[in-house]
């Protein structure tokens, strides 16, 4: 596609249900990354694809937040028993090869309201 | 260790006035640096990077920011604002991570608006 695209753009759920956030890089990109925007902490980093392996899981907060990816394209964000601190915008990057100085292409963002 | 520190969180300026958003950083390694901006509910967009050419690195929408060693500084402006111009901008440096991928350390964001 022309750009990252993410889904859904917002999301409202109660305390203890599980979400799957969507993120579709552009088309090539091997490098994936999904980062976590919240008032308090700012931008985070959460986890880095390269295809389908995450060799970098280092920024997920807890083991309820996990992430796949799946044919080298399309990656998942799934978290597990949502709590109110989860609410944020999670924004989904890609990169051509994942290396360093390439720049990364963000998504418009997934808003996710936990309630 | 990476830090960005931006040194102002809102910035206010007049249309058709100059724009100067601030940013000092910090990195043990030879540094890439990059502008993002973000307006109201979309995702960042990349504004100008910095890889080790030249030092005064032109942007998109008439932004361009000077890199200085000696000042660990990388501040953005732009000659003269336009009402378009009014969002969150992020200065952000990069670094290798264990793996070889890019690592980026976001500083908190300086929101401009711009006063008709």
């Known amino acids: 596609g022309a750009g990252v695209s993410q889904s859904p753009s917002n999301k409202v759920t109660e305390k203890g249900k599980d979400v799957e956030l969507r993120c579709d890089p552009i088309?090539?990109?091997?490098?994936l990354y999904w980062y976590r925007q919240s008032l308090g902490q700012g931008l985070e980093f959460l986890i880095y694809f390269q295809g389908n392996s995450a060799p970098d899981k280092s920024g997920l907060p807890s083991d309820r937040f996990s992430a796949e990816r799946t044919g080298g394209s399309v990656s998942t964000l799934t978290i597990q028993r949502t709590q109110q601190e989860d609410s944020a915008v999670y924004l989904c990057?890609?990169?051509?090869?994942?290396?360093?100085?390439?720049?990364?292409?963000f998504g418009p963002g997934t808003r996710l309201l936990v309630l | 260790a990476q830090s960005v520190t931006q040194l102002d969180s809102h910035v206010s300026v007049s249309e058709g006035t100059p724009v100067l958003l601030r940013c000092n950083y910090s990195s043990s390694y030879s540094p890439s640096l990059f502008w993002y901006v973000q307006h109201p509910n979309k995702g960042l967009q990349l504004l100008l990077k910095?890889?080790?050419?030249?030092?005064l690195v032109k942007g998109i929408n008439g932004f361009e920011a000077e890199f200085k060693k000696s000042e660990t500084s990388f501040h953005l402006t732009k000659p003269s604002a336009h009402m378009s111009d009014a969002a969150e901008y992020f200065c952000?440096?990069?670094?290798?991570?264990?793996?070889?991928?890019?690592?980026?350390?976001f500083g908190t964001g300086t929101r401009l608006t711009i006063i008709p």
């Open positions: 910095y890889t080790s050419a030249a030092t």
């Open positions: 952000v440096v990069s670094h290798p991570g264990v793996f070889g991928n890019e690592k980026l350390t």
């Open positions: 990057a890609s990169s051509f090869d994942g290396t360093w100085e390439e720049t990364q292409y």
């Open positions: 088309s090539g990109h091997t490098a």
